[in-house]
């Protein structure tokens, strides 16, 4: 059985190229929080990118129901 993950897609409207983090909640059914991750992905100027983000680092992963993803990501150079 392959891994869970969500993917997701990071824009750079910016006339440079540039490192973004990225921030990912995984919720159970309840909407609780069970695992949260945080990841820095580089996206070309003026371009998108798509990445996966792997539900891992916690035993939790079996009650994981969904993931609401940050809308900005927050450039860090």
Avoid: L, W
Avoid at 38 to 63: I, M
Wanted: hydrophobic letters at 35%.
């Amino acid at each position: 059985m392959e891994d869970p993950y969500a993917t997701v897609e990071i824009r750079n409207p910016n006339g440079r190229d540039g490192v973004f983090t990225v921030k990912v909640t995984f919720k159970d059914k309840n909407g609780y929080a069970v695992i949260d991750t945080t990841d820095q992905v580089s996206v070309p100027a003026k371009d998108k990118t798509t990445y996966r983000v792997a539900v891992a680092g916690s035993g939790r992963v079996d009650v994981v129901d969904h993931c609401v993803v940050d809308p900005r990501a927050a450039a860090d150079r």
